[in-house]
């Protein structure tokens, strides 16, 4: 019988997270080590070990990484605030590089593949939707760093999968974090009024579907770049407006803005969206459709308030 494999998650409270360590607790020959920092947030804690890790701690990072010799490290933790970014430059830089560089350091010690979490927002968004072998030019200080931790990982020679991926929608426990399709959701259950912006384009993807495509590239040691997303391309106004169209709420609540008017604090590409025929190819990327991930969105949503 093969030995069973043991891959560690960062940020496992986070929506990405969550949706890993789900699916990998349940994975026949698979050990699976939770980690985030603090406690641990998530609804089900059976099926697999927790451990408190704040990756920006290095001598945290070696010492998890050492007790557990993963195979694979699955990283998602990140400061992944865009405009928090902007105005707190030394947190995202200690959270969105130098803890990717202490990871790759502890992983070369034990031979563990390290697979790790980028953004379509590496690209300036003038020319979507992207292939891999595009060339970045980051807008913000946020992608700024998620492009310098991909070049770490690409200069260090270590085994490694750079996964880029686009709007992360989808249910978490503890309701600690939001994104667009919850937003859209809640805010309009509320009868409150959002402002949503109709000039920059995005394809949304399912957090389990990339959940998927994350544990396929640490149990297969993929290498290198892959563009994993859903597969349709649409502004963000038209997201919330299908969302609140199969939700059957009042769209009269929201309002369109141009990026200009909105004015966010960090710079965002105008039109992303990826290629993603290479994952679907080595990952055996199979995404959702946009309206198959709200019906799952919606009977998750229906279980948690039962
Ligand atoms: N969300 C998107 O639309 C999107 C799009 C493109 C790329 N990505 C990338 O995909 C990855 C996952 O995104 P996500 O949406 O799942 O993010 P998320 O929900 O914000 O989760 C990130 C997790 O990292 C944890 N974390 C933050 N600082 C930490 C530290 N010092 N030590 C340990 N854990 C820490 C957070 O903990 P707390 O919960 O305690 O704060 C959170 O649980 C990120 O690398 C992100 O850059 C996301």
Known sequence: MSKKKTILVT?????????????LKDIQGVFCISTSRGENRMRIQEGYVYESLDISDETEVQRIIEKYKPDAVIHTAALTNVDACESRREEAKR??????AFLIAACKKYNTHLVHLSTDFV????KGPYVESDIPRPLSYYAETKFQAENLLLESGLSSTIIRTIIIYGVVDDNSRSNVVLWAVNSLRDKKTITVINDQFRSPTLAEDLAD?????ALNQSQGIYHVSGRELMCILDIVKITADYFQLDSSYIKSVSSAELNQPARRPAVTGFIIE??????DFRPHSFL?????VKKQLLLVAH
């Open 11 to 23: 940020g496992s409270n986070g929506l990405l997270g969550q949706k890993i360590i789900y699916a």
């Open 95 to 100: 959270l969105n590089v130098d803890a990717v």
């Open 123 to 126: 690209f300036d968004g003038e």
């Open 213 to 217: 495509a994350c544990i396929h590239a």
């Open 278 to 283: 290479k994952a679907e190819r080595q990952l």
């Open 292 to 296: 198959d991930g709200l019906a799952l």
